[in-house]
């Protein structure tokens, strides 16, 4: 270039800045994480020796299942569906008509803090557990069967449903808020006509969702003894009934296949 | 009508956003309040219906103090005080209807508005107030799928439906392309003047605030540094709230005619 007389002053190249600008900090951390991993790794006593004997073992495991035998055992099977799938529905419905007072007390912008502490308390209590720790607490409260497993699937739907339902209320527009607030209308009305509308179609997926992870973990607390399809597939298994055992996991696999299609469709029609 | 005498808010971050300001208005007046972005104009009308809580000071509209209310005597005299919002501030889920009738939401109980069970006088009044602006055959729609300002015209609306003593209204026209920016203004002028409103209007544009009201008042780092008539608005007056710039093809000309027609 002929006329540079001001651009030689100019640097000619450029770096996006470091995410951590500190390089020392970020060097530790690079190197530190690495370390931590190899170490980790080496605290898993990897032996190829044990790998090598368990192949041809879940090889023979695997062989068990085939054909899937859905007709020997068929009146208990599908008894052990149908109640998963009531399970599912029932914990569900109850699991979100508890989550949404806790839900709206969990969300700053509509709670005082107590009340917000109250309701977030809730929620990490209801979270630290798994379902089927609230399974074996609820099979030892109410005995064995599937109504054990309807409170444990409700409870662990509060700690999902209370949390996601406070996060998008949180997130949604404040003038929105703001604007109903103005025109005179009380908590209630202000609840149902500025917040409502902006958070129902995201809770309709995820409740489409919570029913899908319902019925998937009514397979587990079904195991420690609250009902449903866990109960047969768990019997089938202390039977050596692999064949039986295979069909369930498959009859499983289907419906869980078809509520990822429902939630998906129920998520774009209510946009 | 309204009188704020010595309004005062400092933010709990510590920023003093309005510092003691003094004014009345009285009835059926149209005041533009404009003022460079943070001089407190927001702040300043959200103290008035207490969607900002002020420090100090007292807001007295047609003899009732407003800043010691209690909530429920609060939520009541809402309902006489209207207000108009930048970018317009509707449910965007909701249908324009709803939009219209939550503005009656002070004076129904919580079921009948859950159920969308509005009286027929308030549904008549939607729909008048509707067809006043242009939109009746709207009411159906979302919010979301009008254009801007259909959106305002529809902001108007819910405004107008608490059947309000005063309108706020908060940067009415940001966001709005300079012809629709003087639809709307116009449309509340001509609202104003029907219904013998008292109206607070914050606006960035000085040309509109001119063109539109009786009184300008300039906000400038939460103090009053102007109020008076628009045509008062000099070089040195706009120097004084916004600081310098050359303000000479900002104000209004002697008498600039404007007559678009209103196209819906």
Redesign the interface.
């Known amino acids: 270039m002929a006329d540079s007389s001001g651009t030689d002053s100019y640097p000619s190249s450029w770096k996006k800045a470091p995410f951590i600008k500190n390089s020392f900090v970020r060097w530790l951390l690079i190197v530190g994480g690495a370390i931590y991993l190899a170490a980790a790794l080496g605290t898993m006593n990897i032996d190829i020796e044990r790998v090598k004997e368990g192949l041809p073992r879940a090889q023979r495991f695997l062989d068990s299942f085939f054909p899937p035998n859905f007709a020997d055992n068929r009146g208990v099977l599908w008894e052990g569906i149908a109640e998963s799938i009531w399970m599912a529905i029932i914990s569900t419905v109850a699991g979100i008509a508890l989550s949404i007072p806790v839900g709206l007390g969990a969300a700053r912008n509509l709670a005082p803090a107590w009340v917000y502490l109250f309701c977030r308390g809730i929620i990490a209590a209801s979270r630290t557990f798994p379902e089927i720790i609230l399974a074996i607490f609820a099979v030892k409260l109410f005995g064995f069967g599937p109504f054990a497993g309807f409170v444990a699937l409700a409870l662990g739907t509060i700690g999902f449903y209370a949390k996601l339902l406070a996060e998008d209320i949180e997130n949604s527009s404040a003038s929105q808020a703001e604007a109903v607030k103005a025109t005179g209308a009380n908590w209630f009305q202000w609840v149902n006509y500025s917040i409502q509308p902006q958070v129902m179609p995201r809770m309709i997926g995820l409740s489409v969702y919570r029913l899908d992870i319902n019925f998937r973990e009514s397979a587990v607390v079904g195991i420690v003894g609250g009902g449903g399809i866990g109960a047969t597939l768990n019997t089938s298994f202390s039977r050596y009934e692999f064949d039986t055992a295979a069909a369930i996991l498959i009859i499983i696999i289907l419906i869980v296949m078809a509520m990822e299609y429902t939630s998906s469709f129920m998520r774009k029609w209510v946009q | 009508m309204l009188q704020l005498s010595e309004l005062t808010k400092r933010y709990n971050t510590g920023e003093l956003a309005l510092k003691g300001v003094s004014l009345e208005i009285p009835k059926g007046q149209v005041l533009a309040l404009i003022g460079p972005s943070g001089a407190g104009k927001s702040t300043l009308i959200r103290c008035i219906?207490r969607?900002v809580q002020p420090t100090s000071g007292s807001v007295v509209l047609k003899e009732l103090e407003l800043t010691k209310l209690s909530s429920s005597a609060l939520?009541?005299?809402?309902?006489r005080?209207g207000?108009i919002?930048?970018?317009y501030?509707?449910?965007?889920?909701?249908t324009v209807m709803?939009n219209v009738l939550?503005?009656?939401?002070?004076?129904v109980g919580?079921w009948r508005?859950?159920f969308r069970k509005f009286p027929s006088a308030d549904i008549q009044e939607a729909y008048r107030l509707l067809d006043r602006v242009g939109l009746k055959h709207m009411a159906d729609k979302r919010a979301d799928e009008l254009s801007g300002g259909q959106r305002q015209r529809v902001?108007i609306c819910?405004a107008l439906i608490?059947n309000p003593d005063l309108l706020?209204v908060d940067e009415p026209t940001a966001s709005l392309d300079p012809k629709t920016s003087r639809q709307i203004m116009r449309l509340i002028q001509e609202l104003c003047s029907e219904r013998g409103l008292t109206a607070i209007i914050n606006i960035h544009d000085v040309f509109l605030a001119q063109m539109f009201s009786q009184r300008v008042v300039g906000l400038e780092l939460g103090s009053v540094v102007y109020d008076g008539k628009p045509e008062g608005l000099t070089p040195e007056v706009l120097t004084r709230i916004y600081g310098e710039e050359d303000w000479s093809a900002t104000i209004k000309s002697t008498d600039e005619d404007d007559d678009e027609e209103e196209d819906f």
């Open positions: 219906n969607l939520r009541r005299a809402r309902r005080m207000m919002f930048q970018e501030a509707l449910v965007e889920r909701l709803e939550s503005g009656r939401l002070g004076y919580f508005s859950y902001g819910r608490q706020l």
